[in-house]
Structures are given as structure tokens and as C-alpha cells.
């Protein structure tokens, strides 16, 4: 079964569990400004403004334009299949008068950018094409059906994240024996995708900008900045942000390495206490990590351990959901912040997929930082990549 | 100058012209779901809740999440560079105070997709932190903004085109020797890509599912789907819709060929009749394409002349604007039909760059079609693109 299809399947049940009587994804030029939802359910794009529309009793049907028709056809996942040339409303309302839904989901979201793929303009398009009907008032976010149909990874997305952490570790182990002193972030980065490029099949995991980022020494940007010409020094601490994405899914790690200074054999004492921390508050957020627990209470548990030894808290959450793109929605670990609105709250669920990714400063070092990725288990959670427990010397 | 610096020297003029006070552009992790105006005036992607502020005074604010905030500076566009790390709504209700505007153009649109990037919850996101002030009431549309600055090509942007056009006519010219009959729709695809492939820096214009579009014979599905094992056949008309992307531009031509019959030295007269009509559909628009005139006047022309000799109209648009995507937006050579909204009634600037693409059925032969693009010029319009002028005979 192609992905697209297990995911389909996966629908009605969510739509019952949540309430949901219909699942309307509305869009048009969706290879220009990209629903995340399609990648899930659709399968492809559309040119023309179009309706996919799911039901709890197993209904799938598209209303699409007449050219977009043929497309939808050969990917075979809608068998009620609709065209039209003029325009959509029509044939819309009469799909939504035959199903007569109460509670109707659709993609939109304050806090979740999966569940946020809808347009302003197509919300109002919509509205418009209701009007006279008792639909327009019936539309809710589809924010839990998303993050449920989203964050639950069956066994084959779990073992394909599974092995995009693997290839990733695998590129780290062949970068170490490269590094030196004098390298520059941007050669460091250079290295990285090379080594990347010797594998076929992988592509970086996120926007090439920052992907790999690197970071040497006490002045460095801070995540989410590409890496610059700044020259890695004896007495550095250098990070590492990479993901690569295999089979369409996504790794994101990051690893820390120590720059030896001349008669040292290994890390002066603050930077060894600055990894060792990192490695505990990611161990003591995985140790809670597990269905019914909050995600607000499990990044309280790695931002207390690192204040609690005299830290400056990191500026960011804990950790991410990871999946078919990095960042992959609703349920974050994350703090009580205005960013964040309602997601500290969410429930972790069985079968999603978390990075943990605390960081702190070293004065006059550089930022240690550590990123792993769990998966929930019914207990409590397993590790999908090979953890990194000690810090590299180079 | 690279292309983001002139798009943003374009700016404060068109604010000005069309007298709004702040063009503001909202969105987070803007990797997954992408408003088109990044690539014009952010030059890269964000992760945190971003607010990018242009005003007609030549401003460029951007508040961004603390993570965000070097990879901003790194890229140099914008001078006044606000951080965050709880939330957003504080500092930028705190420009909005200082700027005051009276009217401020978002990134929403009913008709023009290339100005409808903001996501719904985006704007609500941005109504809640406006709450209390007099800016919520006060935003509107961009599409007059973006519909300028996209559509208003510079002689730079538009020689990118004239390029990506040759380089696709060039691999047409290669194609032709290798075609014969027996070869499947997706054999042609792929000799297409193999060609593409030959020439450094080509990328597709398009989703790679349709991109190259092939269709042959009297049962081929149409356009915007994607190549099929249908078996070229003597006496098929087949025609390819496909386009290049080269330093950062596209093209997207349509070519018509036709396959002969044992015994056969010319198309058969109702081929070539069907042809013909497409290419003088096309010369007669493109005779009335000036600045002034509608979108609907230079598609009803387009139109009138296939019907006026006895052919189905096609079901879609004349034309659409291309630029840095294939379909670059608003400004749309169409007809008075519910799909297209008021686009049919904009009237045609100078410099914006147009495809023609009519098409009409020859009953037991195939679809006929030709693509070709045209610059808007002061007193009418130039090809970018070599026309096709006489049927492709194989």
C-alpha cells in the first residue's frame, strides 16, 4: 500500500474519535502555495480551485477542475470523482447538501502550521461559495484530526525516519576523522553534504540556507542561521544541526565536538559539565516522555535540569514532531510562551514521533547541543536514533 | 544587484501608486507552506511568527523569532531588524503605533493566488495581536501590490525568460529526430528529461508528475496530466506541454506534432487546418496585446477565432502571466467565467509577461496546440519565445 493510501485509511476512524462528520481540504495552485495536508491525503496537485472531501463512513471524493481531472483519476485514491469548467460552487453545495454534515473540519489553525494550509483567500472563496447554505456556519478547525492523522506514525513511517537517523549518524562518523582546526563553518558544511551526496538517495532535510548549520566558538549565531566563513580555533566547541530525508521522510540531529588545544587530551572541565548536561536533560525528558503526559511538562523537565545547574534557559522548545518535513506539527514540546498558544498543553500520544533538542552556552566555548529522536510506545518511548553519550574530540 | 534587492527597489514606487501606507507580510515556517511574496521581498524562509513591514517612505522592518533573527541579517535586506522570543504581538504592535498607517495592504486575495500566501490562521493570529488597536480594521488586500511588483517583469527578469524559452525550444529541435511512431507517452517524457538533463543549471518548471506533459492521439486526457503508456500511432496528432527553469525563471511551450500515415508526405488537410487555426488564434492575440486593453479582450479574440471556424472553445484561460513559477499570478488572459473572478477585467501593464496557449480537438487525431510567451512593450508586445510556425511532421 503507497503511503498516500495508508494514510486514507487511517481517516474515518480519526473523523469518528473526533467528531468530525466531514474533512474538507479546498485549494487551487497547490504546487505554488502547498496545503501539508496534500502530501498526506491527496497525493499530488491541483491547478484549479478543488475540494477533497473525507467522510467518518469512508467517502472520498473531488470536485476538481476539468484539466486537473485526469491527474486525480490516474492517482486512483478518490473514486467519486467530479469536474467541472465553470466554476466549483455549484457542484460543491450539492455534495454538502447530499451529505449534510453537522461538523465540518477544514485547514486552518492558530497554532499548528500542519492544520494551517489553507489560504485567507480560499477561506473566503469558500465562505462565498456556502453562501445561502447552512455550511459556512458549520466550519471548525481541523487542527485535531491533523495532528492525529499526522503525529500517529505507522510502523513503515517510523522505520523510514528510522533509518534517515541512521544515514545521518553514519555521516557524522565519517565527518569526525575530516575535522581539524582552520576549517571554516562553511567547509565544515561543504563536508557534511558531501558525504551526503556519496549516498544516493538522500536530500537535505530543510532549506539548504541552514542545512547543514554549523556553529564553532564562544561568538556564533544560534540555530536556524546558515554557516559562515568564522574559522574553527583549539578550544571551540562546534555543533552541528543536519537532516537528511530518505524515502520521504525526514532525520533532524544535532552533535557537538571539542576542539583540543595544544597539550590537552580532552575537554577542560566546564565543557565536559556543559555535554554531560545536555546528555542527562535529554535522558530525564525522555524518562517521562509517554502517552497522557503533557508536552509543557515534558520540556519543564530538560529546561529545569539545565537551570537547575545554573544554565540560562534555551531560547526554543524542547522538541519537535518529525515525519515527512522536520517540523512536523501540532504537539510540541515546548513551554507556556504566546508562540506556542495551546500546544504545551496537547496530550502526548502513542506512535509520534519527537525530536529532543535542548542546548546551552559555554562562556568563552562555544553552544553544546545534543538532538535525538524518539518514537511513543505504549509505555513510555524508544529511540530512533543512536544517541550520541559522549562528546567528539578532535 | 541580485533579484530580492531590485524587487525591493520596486516597492516603495507601486505602494505609493496604489496609496497603501504598509505592505506587511505575516507567516511562520514559511519552508512548509510558502507565500510566493518570500521569494520577491524576503529572499528566504522563517520558522517563528515573522512580520516583514514595507512602506512608500522606502522602510524594510522585519520582526522575526530570536532564532531567525541571524539568518535575516546574514541576508542584508532588511536594515531594521527586530528579535522576539516570547511572542510576536508586543514589538509589532509597537511599529504598527509608529508607522500609523491608514491603510495596510496583506497577503490575501479571492482571485490572484500569487497574493493569497497568508494562511487563514495566520490572519487570525494577526487580528488577536492587533486587538485593541485600530489596525485590525484596517488591513486589505495586497493583489494590487503583488499583481505590479510580480507582473512588472525588469528587463533583467525578462532576458531569464527569453533564455529558459530557448533552452526549451533547443530541446524541442533535439526531440523531433529521435520521435517515431510505437513509442509510448512516457518514453517521449523521458527523452524530453534526458535532454533537459544534458544541459547544466536546466531544472523542471513544474511538478515533475506533468512536467513534461504528452499527449497523442484522438483519446488523450488533456492537459495538467501526466504521460501514459499510450502508444504513439501513425495518423496521432501528439503535442508536449513542458518548461525549463534557469536561474530561477521559467518557460512553458506547447508544441504540436504530427505522425504519418504509410504513404502519407503531409498532415491530412483537417490536421493542418487544425494547426493552422491555433497559430493564427495566437498572432491575432497577440496583435491586440498592449497595455490598456483586458485580459478578457485578448482571451475573447483568441477564442472567437477557433469558434468562428467551427471548433469547440478550449476549456481554460488564453494565457497567464510567468515569471519566477510558471503561473506567476494575477493578470490572466480569460474569460468571464466563475473560476477566473474579476481577473478577466484587469487591464495589461507594460512589461508583464503573457503565454498563449489556445488548444482545439481534430476529431481522430489528437489535440493541436501551441504555447508560446510574449513581454509586454509600450505600444504592443514582443516574443520571447521562437514561435512554432509549421506542424512538426514525423
Known sequence: ?????????????????????????????????????????????????SAFLLTPQGDRIAIVGSLDR????????????????????????KVLTRLDPQRIAINFSLDDTMSDGMT????????????????????????RVVSALRGRKSLAERECIRAACAETVAIFDRLTPRLHAGLTEKQVAAMICEEMESVSGLTLAWDPDH?????????????????????????????????VKKDGYCSDLQRTWYFLREGE?????????????????????????????????????????ITDRGYAEYPHALGHQIGRVAHDGAGLLCPHWE?????????????????LEPRLTVEGHGIATCEEIVAVTETGCEWLSRAQERLYLV
Open 120 to 143: 485567507h483567500g480560499m477561506f473566503l472563496t469558500l465562505q462565498k461559495a456556502l453562501e445561502g447554505t447552512p455550511y459556512g456556519t458549520r466550519l471548525e478547525s481541523s487542527d
Open 70 to 93: 485526469a491527474a486525480v483519476e490516474m492517482r486512483g485514491h478518490y473514486r467519486d470523482l467530479i469536474g467541472y469548467v465553470g466554476g466549483i460552487s455549484e457542484e460543491l453545495r
Open 1 to 49: 500500500m503507497d503511503m498516500v493510501e495508508a494514510k486514507l485509511a487511517q481517516v474515518p476512524a480519526i473523523l469518528s474519535e473526533v467528531g468530525i462528520d466531514l474533512w474538507l481540504l479546498f485549494a487551487r495552485e497547490s504546487h505554488t502555495v502547498h496545503d501539508p495536508c496534500f502530501d498526506l491525503v491527496v497525493g499530488g496537485d491541483v491547478t484549479w480551485q
Open 211 to 243: 542545512c547543514p548549520a554549523v556553529f564553532t566558538g564562544p561568538e556564533s549565531a544560534g540555530a536556524h542561521a546558515g554557516p559562515t566563513d568564522r574559522v574553527i580555533e583549539p578550544g571551540h566547541i562546534m555543533n552541528v544541526d543536519f537532516g
Open 339 to 355: 508562540r506556542y498558544g495551546a500546544l504545551p498543553d496537547l496530550r502526548i500520544e502513542k506512535d509520534q514521533c519527537y525530536t
Open 265 to 305: 587530551t580532552e575537554a577542560p572541565p566546564a565543557v565536559q559539565r556543559g555535554f554531560d548536561t545536555i546528555v542527562a536533560s535529554i535522558r530525564a525528558a525522555a524518562a517521562i516522555l509517554k502517552p497522557g503526559v503533557t508536552g509543557g511538562e515534558v520540556d519543564s523537565v530538560a529546561r529545569t535540569h
